[in-house]
């Protein structure tokens, strides 16, 4: 859904918020396999630092010295 996209990544399991059953598949095989869970969080870790606080101030920055 719009900018979730972004900010999960490859690390999240995205489905149609619309979609009751496509929810329930997707919880029911996290739930279940131990080995997705782990890639999740590495690949979670690792997309969460796209965002720290230094990167994001020096992203906002950039906008602003790109219409001083």
Excluded at 33 to 51: P, S, T
Aim: hydrophobic share 50%; glycine share 8%; aromatic share 8%.
């Amino acid at each position: 859904v719009s900018g979730l996209t972004e900010v999960g990544g490859d690390a999240a399991c995205f489905v149609d918020p619309g979609q009751a059953e496509e929810i329930a598949v997707a919880m029911k095989k996290i739930v279940a396999d131990a080995a997705l869970v782990i890639m999740m969080k590495e690949k979670g870790w690792r997309h969460a630092q796209n965002f720290t606080p230094s990167k994001c101030a020096a992203g906002v920055m950039n906008v602003y010295k790109s219409i001083w």
